[in-house]
């Protein structure tokens, strides 16, 4: 059974705090991604990585960066929150071939205050 | 224009109903298509993928209409336990995925 789990459900933070949010996979997946989701909006790409140490901006990556030191683990940082980035955040992976499904961690529900 | 767009309801359905959401999609390039159940506070899951010729698991059935650009997703019967977002996703191509902003479904007993 494939399992993304991410570091906090939810966690509140003070506008211009560096944050980290963490994401681990257990299926050796290549690709792994991170979202953020807000009513009306969808989920919006922020980052994605197709294999160790590689990146590439998403949709928003403005305000992020992100850290892919080993396969598993797909970390995203605000370098210095504001409060335009309260949200949910979603990380998901998948393998590398094919149309195949992204599987997706829990969130976390970040608030910047 | 969004990239892909749904009509984000509420849909409120009694149980037994038939229910159909449509996704419109801009890009005529769009490769695979999928919906996915997102339940209140939860992850987004897959559903089911979405082929040419249409297809059906269950109570549940998708189309593709390329020539309109658009998906649907049927369900027949519908439970309470359908209670739940629906997100429509288009693959481009490469890592490219754009989810639309999803359709809720309320079943009422």
């Known amino acids: 059974d494939v399992k993304v789990t991410q570091s906090s459900r939810y966690l509140v933070k003070r506008t211009g705090e560096k944050v980290f949010l963490e994401c681990v996979q257990d299926m050796d997946h290549e690709n792994m991604f991170w979202y953020r989701q807000d009513p009306g909006l969808g989920l919006r790409l922020i980052y994605f990585s197709y294999d160790v140490k590689m990146k590439e901006k998403g949709d928003i990556p403005e305000g992020y960066s992100v850290s892919r030191e080993k396969k598993e683990r797909f970390s995203l940082i605000l370098e210095s929150a504001s409060t335009n980035q309260t949200s949910m955040y979603l990380c998901a992976s998948k393998w590398d071939r094919g149309y195949n499904e992204q599987f997706f961690g829990p969130g976390t529900r970040l608030t910047v205050l | 224009r969004k990239e892909v767009e749904q009509d984000p309801g509420p849909f409120n359905v009694p149980e037994g109903a038939t229910v159909a959401f449509n996704c419109t999609y801009s890009?005529?390039?769009?490769?695979?298509f999928f919906w996915y159940r997102q339940d209140c506070r939860k992850e987004p899951k897959l559903l089911m993928s979405?082929?040419?010729s249409g297809n059906e698991d269950g109570r549940f059935t998708a189309q593709l209409n390329r020539a309109s650009q658009y998906i649907s997703l049927l369900i027949r019967d519908s439970k309470l336990s359908d209670s739940a977002t629906y997100l429509c996703v288009v693959r481009t191509g490469g890592f490219k995925t754009i989810f639309g902003a999803g359709t809720r479904l309320f079943v009422k007993a």
């Open positions: 979405v082929y040419s």
């Open positions: 890009n005529s390039a769009s490769q695979s």
